[in-house]
Structures are given as C-alpha cells and as structure tokens.
C-alpha cells in the first residue's frame, strides 16, 4: 500500500468552472476526511465519512461544494462554479476506526487548486 | 481553527530542546495529534496520545497532556536542522480540528 493518494496534485481552472477531485485512501481504512488548507493556516475541516455514509459537514462547505464515497473506498469533492477564494491546497486523510489498532489519520499529498 | 491554538513561531538552536504548546478547548476530546509539514509536503503524523493518558515518549518525543487545563505539549530532544518545520496540534472528537501551526526554526 503507497499511503493515501490524492488526484489530480493540481489544478487551475478558470472562475466559474467545476472541478472534481479524487482521493483514494490506504486499503483498509474505513473513514476518510477532506481539509482545506491555505497559506499560513492550518488545515480547515470540511467533511468526513464514515464508510460510505458522510458524517459531518463543516459550515465552510457551502452549497457549491459536495462530496460523496459511494463504495465506501475511493472519494471525490467536487467545487461547482468555482470562485477564487475556492484556491487553496484540498487535503484528504484516512483512517481505520474500530479497534485498539487505532493509529491517527494519514494524510495524502494534497491537490492545489487555483482558480484564476 | 479557533478550537485549537498554537504560537506561531519557535526558534532553537541545533542540539537543544524545543518544546511546543498547544491549547484545546473540547473536553471531550479523545484523541490528540502531532503533525509535521515541512514545505511543499503534505502533513506527516509524528504521534498521538489517548485523552485517558498524562504522558507519551517515542525516542526523540514526549508528548504530555494536561487534561485539566486542556494543554498538549511536543518536546523534542536534541534538536536537528532536520526537525524544521510546522508543527501542528489537532484534537478529535468525531472529526479532527487543527491548530495554525507552529514554525519551528533551527539554527545550526
């Protein structure tokens, strides 16, 4: 297993296009979180599911934003009419939750959007 | 996030101690990280402590928890240029919040 992969590792797109995003987590894992991480800032939580099930949505994931995992193994985030304050580093992480085998999430490298 | 809080900055020198802070304000918490992103790298995790434990060691860090006061500390012995980078606290309840992060910078 190579670790948590995330595609494409960038993107740039023009204002008002939609844009889709692909995290494949480590094999086993069964949760999987998306970040948002600007400049300066740690990463900001936007969603995470539980299996295929999303449990949580964070307030900064507007109506634009929408994210899904439908097999429970591989997810994507999709930003609809993007606008530039969409540009920033999307991260994904996993995790296995479960048992005492518990070890803290892992995170892929990222995907850097700009949206010019 | 606001959750979570950190200084900024932390200067050493190589072969000293660095300790960093952080302060959380969910009680019920359960989980409490370490990252490590140095730049252009996504986030590595250096360690973690269960909300039910005081202390962690794992060779060059030590971890303690004050659950009372809510603080989390990362110490790392015997400093390397290598260990530059941003540091960043996070706690979990379901989902994991982070702090700003702390730049950490040592002087050879």
């Known amino acids: 297993d190579t670790g948590v992969s995330q595609n494409p590792r960038h993107k740039i797109t023009k204002r008002g296009q939609n844009v889709t995003f692909r995290c494949d987590p480590i094999s086993e894992h069964n949760r999987l979180y998306w970040y948002r991480q600007t400049l300066g800032q740690g990463p900001e939580f936007l969603t995470y599911?539980?299996?295929?099930?999303?449990?949580?949505k964070s307030r900064l994931l507007s109506d634009r934003f929408s994210a899904e995992r439908p097999k429970g193994s591989f997810s994507t985030l999709e930003i609809q009419r993007t606008e530039q304050g969409d540009s920033a580093m999307y991260l994904c992480a996993s995790s296995f939750e479960g048992d005492f085998r518990f070890r803290g999430a892992f995170f892929g490298q990222g995907t850097r959007l700009t949206v010019v | 996030g606001e959750d979570v809080e950190q200084s900024l900055f932390l200067s050493v020198r190589e072969g000293d101690s660095s300790v960093i802070n952080c302060t959380y304000t969910d009680s019920s918490s359960t989980y409490l990280y370490w990252y490590k992103q140095e730049p252009g790298a996504g986030l590595q995790l250096l360690t973690y402590?269960?909300?039910?434990?005081d202390m962690k060691q794992d060779q060059r860090l030590t971890v303690l928890l004050n659950k009372k006061d809510k603080h989390l500390s990362l110490r790392i012995a015997d400093t390397q240029t290598g260990d530059s980078a941003i540091y960043f606290c996070a706690e979990r309840t379901n989902d994991m919040r982070f702090g700003a992060g702390t730049r950490l910078t040592v002087k050879p």
């Open positions: 402590i269960f909300s039910n434990m």
């Open positions: 599911f539980q299996n295929e099930a999303q449990l949580e």
